[in-house]
């Protein structure tokens, strides 16, 4: 019993770690992105206005994560 608390404990104590690390680049991520946000939010109008709200989010997303990856 003692190892099956342990290793719950081990566990709870890597989710904590991992968690504190993704608010760090959560921080960093949300502060990185609100510098283009204007930028960014002016292009989705203009795409929006064109193709709609579905397909311009669509675009935004396909874009973001080509950048990203």
């Known amino acids: ?33 609100a510098e283009c946000k204007d930028d960014v939010k002016q292009e989705f109008k203009r795409l929006q206005e064109k193709v709609g709200f579905e397909n311009a989010r669509a675009t935004l997303s396909d874009a973001f994560f080509e950048t990203m990856f």
């Open 1 to 33: 019993m003692q190892s099956c608390d342990y290793d719950l404990l081990k566990h709870e104590q890597e989710q904590k770690r991992l968690s504190a690390i993704c608010d760090d680049s959560y921080f960093i991520f949300t502060q990185k992105l």
